[in-house]
């Protein structure tokens, strides 16, 4: 994804300045319209990334809740046994 990162920035940093304000960006855009294609299929890689991180944290939620519903489990048995029931 870098490569494609910089890739499309070199195709809009007209003036090699390291920056581009948005007469480059303008000007890049005319000359190769296929530049807003490459923003599509970066910002699909990253809302990608960003989803299977969501999925891992809802698993690693997931399995939190099992163990901590097994802990509430062996505390009610504990004390179950300490009040003599």
Wanted: proline residues 1%; glycine residues 4%; charged residues 30%.
């Amino acid at each position: 994804m870098d490569y494609y990162i910089k890739h499309t920035f070199g195709l809009m940093n007209l003036r090699n300045t390291g920056r581009v304000n948005f007469a480059d960006y303008s000007e890049a855009i005319r000359r190769n319209p296929n530049i807003l294609d490459i923003f599509e299929f970066l910002n699909k890689g990253i809302t990608e990334t960003i989803k299977d991180k969501d999925d891992d944290y809802k698993s690693k939620d997931i399995e939190a809740a099992r163990v901590l519903s097994q802990v509430e489990v062996q505390l009610d048995r504990v004390l179950c046994v300490l009040s003599g029931e």
